[in-house]
């Protein structure tokens, strides 16, 4: 920066800090005052700021009451307990064995080295939903569901 640019630069703050000041030692009657000539009646803008802020908290708080009522659908989504079918585990053990005897050359389905006597209920229902998610329906062992 020059000299010039510098001594303009003090010279606008020293104007900036009178305005500041004229403002701050101005009195609340000729603020007052002066808003009535240039904006009108002081108390029916505070009317109607007022009824800006509300209008705006409004709108808010309906935006707020949406996204929470969102969030609760979605809880309760989750929420939602699906009613467990009662799997008669003779039959289930039966599917499993049709779909490994059924099972190609080209769609072979093992249980890594495990005979199928040895597997839990949990073992057998889990295998059951692991070849339905493979595409093999476990009631004939036909690929395609």
């Known amino acids: 920066?020059?000299?010039?640019?510098?001594?303009?630069?003090?010279?606008?703050?020293?104007?900036?800090?009178?305005?500041?000041?004229?403002?701050?030692?101005?009195?609340d009657e000729e603020v007052l005052s002066e808003f009535r000539n240039t904006q009108g009646d002081p108390l029916q803008h505070?009317?109607?700021?007022?009824?800006?802020?509300e209008k705006?908290?409004?709108a808010m708080n309906k935006q707020?009451?949406?996204?929470?009522?969102?969030?609760?659908?979605?809880y309760r989504?989750?929420?939602?307990?699906?009613?467990?079918?009662?799997?008669?585990m003779d039959s289930a053990r039966k599917m499993?064995?049709?779909v490994l005897e059924s099972s190609t050359q080209e769609h072979q389905i093992t249980l890594a080295a495990r005979k199928e006597t040895e597997m839990s209920?949990?073992?057998?229902?889990?295998?059951?939903?692991?070849?339905?998610?493979?595409g093999v329906n476990p009631s004939d062992g036909k690929k395609g569901s």
């Open 1 to 27: 920066m020059t000299g010039k640019n510098i001594d303009e630069r003090a010279t606008l703050n020293r104007l900036a800090d009178l305005i500041v000041e004229d403002i701050m030692s101005a009195t």
């Open 46 to 53: 505070a009317v109607d700021m007022r009824n800006v802020f």
């Open 56 to 58: 705006t908290i409004i």
């Open 64 to 74: 707020r009451l949406v996204a929470a009522r969102i969030g609760v659908d979605v």
């Open 77 to 88: 989504r989750k929420c939602i307990v699906q009613p467990s079918k009662v799997i008669d």
């Open 96 to 98: 499993l064995g049709n």
């Open 121 to 134: 209920d949990a073992d057998v229902i889990s295998m059951i939903e692991d070849i339905k998610e493979l």
